[in-house]
């Protein structure tokens, strides 16, 4: 089994910055691409950004382009989202998750997650 540990969430002023964390352990972990997701309280879940592990190809929302960024570093198994110039409508759970098949913005493609952390940006 995978198993995605995350941290780096918190509480930050409008324009501020934040960096999350996800690090992916387990004996037989390999998978083809991670994601980002969140979640605001009554709404449903939102892809936010990929990545290939391989060959590092990335992608994003589009409400997040050009302000997020997704990265990864194969030697410690770990995922990143650096996350520049926020607003409160980032405020949300965001959630790591591993890509098992299909479509790649689609919460069901993918079939480990971790347990989310709270961001919110106060206005």
């Known amino acids: ?35 980002w997701f969140r979640q605001a ?5 939102e892809f936010v950004a990929a990545i290939i592990w391989r060959s590092g190809f990335t992608t994003y929302a ?12 194969n030697a410690k198994n770990t995922v990143y989202l650096q996350m520049n110039t926020l607003k409160p409508r980032d405020t949300a759970v965001y959630y790591c998750a591993a890509y098992k098949s299909g ?15 709270q961001v919110t940006v106060s206005s």
């Open 41 to 45: 309280p009554e709404k449903d879940r």
């Open 1 to 35: 089994q995978v198993q995605l540990v995350e941290s780096g969430g918190g509480l930050v002023q409008t324009g501020g910055s934040l960096r999350l964390s996800c690090a992916a352990s387990g004996r037989t972990f390999s998978r083809d691409a991670m994601g």
């Open 103 to 117: 479509i790649y913005n689609y919460p069901s493609s993918y079939d480990n997650w971790g347990q989310g952390t």
């Open 62 to 73: 589009d409400s997040v382009k050009g302000r997020f960024t997704i990265s990864r570093d």
